[in-house]
């Protein structure tokens, strides 16, 4: 077995690898359709590799020749459409099914050419090479945000197109591509021509595969941290989110504050009324807080307990802020409860001191909450900080509401 056929046999062994990865991915999640496109890539990746094994079977190679260029020129548009719909770009099939037929009928009728001419070369390589800049213009038109990956994937894109344009000239340099398809094989240029292909194409799949697995633990992430409910963050994510947002107040010299509120006789609504209107009571609650805490991050920390983290906000403006929700929250009617019914929340509030931790941050507003409860419910209620003295950029406000 030449050179050459080994590494061709590798790439079969190789594109099955990668074409069984991405079917992984996208059975993961049914609506991965960029997955599957990726997967079917390889997958007649697998079945040009095959072809290009039987060619010297054969005594005229025209066919399957020019079989083996179309095979491989549609794995790659396959590839292009799962990277449109993975960057949200409307795959451009027209241009390239037109692309298909114009290329595969150039090349057919090429093979009258001789053999070494660089118009034959320049035939079957080109139409490779523009469509690796065709993926690289979906990549680079998508208006979603590109990391480090998907620069560097436009990067080996873009390079692959180059080595692909490129060929020609190296089988020039080399001798050739052998005297006819059937020697194609057993050529210096061939070994080469393979070995490029294999390195191109494990780096464009294992970056693309990395994009995916990427994507796929984020959103497992994202779902791990969200409370089914209310959509909001749940208690161990809105944790983090408050660690963070201490870490920087400290760092930049920045307030920060902490609001926790908390629904009033839950669990009278859901003896009363059932649970599912104590459902639509807290989705009801989580969805003002969305909509209300524009730049701030709110969590639902327990059955009917809510906590908003306001970087940048002051004691007296975060106060200002749980009134406005508080008083909103409460005119509002809920489905499935009477119309006279109207439900509350008390709040705590609390600003971060220099000297604490994100844990003192929660408990103080925790406390705040409590004389809040204590105080007759639907009020607000702000905590002093270590030692009962108040911040220095506090205001001058009334203390005492509801």
């Known amino acids: 077995?030449?050179?050459?056929?080994?590494?061709?046999?590798?790439?079969?062994?190789?594109?099955?690898?990668?074409?069984?990865?991405?079917l992984a991915v996208a059975f993961h999640d049914v609506g991965r359709a960029p997955a599957r496109w990726f997967a079917s890539g390889y997958v007649l990746g697998m079945a040009y590799s095959a072809i290009e094994f039987s060619i010297p079977a054969f005594t005229d190679a025209r066919i399957p020749v020019v079989t083996a260029f179309a095979v491989f020129l549609v794995a790659t548009m396959a590839f292009n459409a799962g990277l449109a719909r993975k960057y949200g770009v409307a795959p451009p099939w027209p241009p390239m099914l037109l692309f298909l037929v114009a290329a595969t009928i150039t090349v057919y009728f090429v093979q009258d050419l001789p053999r070494q001419s660089l118009a034959r070369m320049m035939a079957y390589q080109l139409p490779y090479a523009i469509m690796q800049f065709v993926g690289l213009a979906i990549v680079w038109s998508s208006r979603q945000k590109r990391g480090r990956l998907d620069?560097?994937?436009m990067a080996v894109l873009a390079a692959s197109g180059v080595q692909f344009a490129s060929k020609p000239f190296i089988a020039h340099a080399l001798g050739g591509w052998g005297a006819n398809p059937q020697a194609y094989l057993q050529s210096n240029y061939a070994l080469v021509s393979q070995s490029l292909g294999t390195v191109f194409a494990l780096a464009v799949a294992l970056l693309v595969l990395a994009i995916l697995v990427r994507e796929v633990l984020a959103e497992v992430t994202s779902k791990s941290e969200i409370d089914t409910l209310s959509g909001l963050l749940n208690r161990g994510a809105f944790t983090r989110e408050v660690e963070q947002a201490v870490h920087g107040a400290l760092r930049q010299g920045a307030p920060v504050t902490l609001v926790i509120a908390d629904l009033d006789h839950f669990k009278s609504i859901n003896d009363n009324f059932g649970h599912a209107s104590g459902d639509r009571v807290i989705e009801t609650f989580a969805g003002f807080l969305r909509g209300a805490a524009t730049g701030h991050v709110a969590g639902r920390i327990g059955g009917e307990e809510f906590a908003i983290i306001l970087p940048g906000t002051n004691l007296a403006a975060?106060?200002?802020?749980?009134?406005?929700?508080?008083?909103?929250?409460?005119?509002?009617?809920?489905?499935?409860?009477?119309?006279?019914?109207?439900?509350t929340a008390s709040f705590g509030v609390a600003e971060l001191h220099p000297s604490e931790t994100s844990a003192d941050l929660m408990r103080r507003a925790d406390e705040a909450l409590y004389l809040a409860k204590n105080a007759g419910r639907d009020c607000v209620r702000i905590s002093a900080g270590p030692g009962g003295e108040w911040p220095s950029n506090a205001i001058a406000v009334n203390f005492r509401s509801g």
């Open 1 to 22: 077995m030449s050179g050459a056929n080994f590494i061709l046999l590798i790439n079969l062994s190789v594109a099955g690898l990668l074409a069984a990865s991405f």
């Open 318 to 343: 975060a106060r200002l802020f749980a009134e406005g929700t508080r008083s909103a929250f409460g005119a509002l009617p809920i489905d499935g409860l009477p119309a006279d019914n109207r439900c």
């Open 151 to 153: 620069r560097i994937l």
